[in-house]
């Protein structure tokens, strides 16, 4: 299957620990990649290649794989954390890149 | 520093085609594939295709297949998504978005974007 599965909404306090999680069989061949979106703004790349930060991605997010679960967890979650994350891969089915359906998360 | 420039809003008829541009400024234009991806109003993220500004060689979503088309411009650094027979489901914003990776393989992991084009597609 080429869908990447997300639980639609989070919710951290403050300068806790929070994970999220996406699922799907293209995970045990491809790395996931984790993506925040503010309302009104352009995705920004946090987390690729399991746990490769882009610079100026703080290294509070991180990410890990296990199976056919990415996760993407954030230590010591802050105000501006609050956002819309998508995890995407490769895809060996239809389509070369899947998206997942968007996780709401708020802090 | 290293920016996609989008292109403006549109408004057009159902039926019409409309084109999208992205200029690459701050980055050798032909060392990175381009992504395009929309997301309708409310809703995720959807990846219609990927090019090779390079070779100009294009891969593209099942579900576009014969409506969408992507270029590249090595005179002038733009790439360009041209979308067909355009229905009210095609209204979003379209974005175009750099790949991680250098060479002659693209990673799917997207480290630049555009601001985004809005489409409108109304009668």
């Known amino acids: 299957s080429s869908e990447l599965t997300q639980d639609p909404a989070v919710s951290v306090a403050l300068g806790q620990t929070v994970r999220i999680t996406c699922q799907g069989d293209s995970l045990r061949s491809y790395h996931a990649g984790w993506y925040r979106q503010r309302p009104g703004q352009a995705p920004v790349l946090v987390v690729y290649?399991?746990?490769n930060r882009p610079s100026g991605i703080p290294d509070r997010f991180s990410g890990s794989n296990s199976g056919n679960t990415a996760s993407l967890t954030i230590t010591g979650a802050q105000a501006e954390d609050e956002a819309d994350y998508y995890c995407s891969s490769r895809d060996n089915s239809g389509n070369p890149v899947a998206f997942g359906g968007g996780t709401k998360l708020t802090v | 520093q290293v920016q996609l420039v989008q292109s403006g809003a549109e408004v057009k008829k159902p039926g019409a085609s409309v084109k999208v541009s992205c200029k690459a400024t701050?980055?050798?234009?032909?060392?990175?594939?381009v992504h395009w991806v929309r997301q309708a109003p409310g809703q995720g993220l959807e990846w219609m295709g990927v090019?090779?500004?390079?070779?100009?060689?294009?891969k593209y979503a099942q579900r576009f297949q014969g409506t969408v088309t992507m270029t590249a411009d090595t005179s002038t650094s733009i790439v360009s998504m041209d979308l067909s027979r355009l229905r009210s489901e095609d209204t979003a914003v379209y974005y175009c978005a750099r790949d991680s990776a250098t060479g002659a393989f693209w990673s799917g992991h997207m480290d630049v974007w555009g601001k985004g084009t809005t489409v409108i597609v109304s009668s």
């Open positions: 290649h399991r746990n």
């Open positions: 701050g980055y050798t234009f032909t060392d990175y594939f």
């Open positions: 090019i090779s500004p390079r070779s100009g060689d294009a």
